[in-house]
């Protein structure tokens, strides 16, 4: 008898474990899914500086983005990078990520569901900057930077700033107001931003 309830218990914990680590994996790996992917912000994005090189036939773009962790505990943040693709704005080029602080370091790629993402690791309160930069060939002197992106991370940010480099080109048209800064620099500014629309920018090639 002593034998038999031996045996009963030894089973029954046997069907717990089989089942309850395969569920617990599974659990764990939905709950911490999203964040890994970038579906679902645990850090903060604060703020952004925007540069854009324009050429007659494409873009240059170089953005530093400002990410905080709120938490009094390390985490790992999920990112994708947005881009605008059409058949006029072929898929970016020469794609990098780095650091740049608390330590300068270049950040590996990954191609997954048809986004490049990577990851990075907060420690408690972390700051990190982080530099993305990319190449987009266009056959129409116009482009598009994606704003709108902000939204899913749910707050305003603090401070973004834009700014045009022109290159043996001539800004003709831009949906936000641009001010001039110096003869080839043009910008604009916004504080505690949450973008509507998206920044849509046209040129034209200087005459000799």
């Known amino acids: 008898m002593v034998k038999m309830k031996f045996y009963i218990k030894l089973k029954q914990r046997f069907y717990l474990d089989f089942?309850?680590?395969?569920?617990f994996s599974i659990l764990l790996t939905i709950l911490i899914l999203p964040f890994?992917?970038?579906l679902y912000p645990m850090v903060r994005f604060t703020e952004e500086q925007i540069t854009i090189n324009v050429y007659p036939d494409h873009v240059i773009v170089k953005g530093l983005y400002v990410y905080k962790n709120p938490f009094p505990f390390p985490v790992v943040q999920g990112f994708s990078i947005p881009f605008s693709v059409d058949q006029d704005h072929p898929d970016p080029i020469h794609i990098s990520v780095r650091t740049l602080s608390p330590e300068k370091k270049f950040?590996?790629?990954r191609y997954i569901l048809g986004k490049h993402r990577f990851d990075l690791?907060?420690?408690s309160k972390e700051k990190v900057l982080v530099h993305v930069q990319y190449s987009q060939h266009t056959s129409v002197m116009n482009a598009r930077y994606?704003?709108?992106t902000t939204k899913p991370w749910r707050r305003p940010l603090i401070k973004g700033t834009y700014r045009l480099f022109t290159e043996n080109v001539?800004?003709?048209d831009s949906n936000y107001l641009l001010k001039p800064d110096k003869t080839k620099i043009f910008s604009f500014e916004r504080k505690n931003f949450m973008p509507n629309y998206d920044?849509?920018?046209s040129?034209?090639?200087l005459k000799s």
């Open 199 to 201: 920044w849509e920018f």
């Open 19 to 23: 089942y309850f680590w395969p569920i």
């Open 107 to 109: 950040i590996p790629i």
């Open 36 to 38: 890994l992917t970038g």
């Open 121 to 123: 690791h907060f420690q």
């Open 170 to 172: 001539k800004i003709i």
């Open 203 to 205: 040129w034209e090639i």
């Open 146 to 148: 994606l704003l709108t």
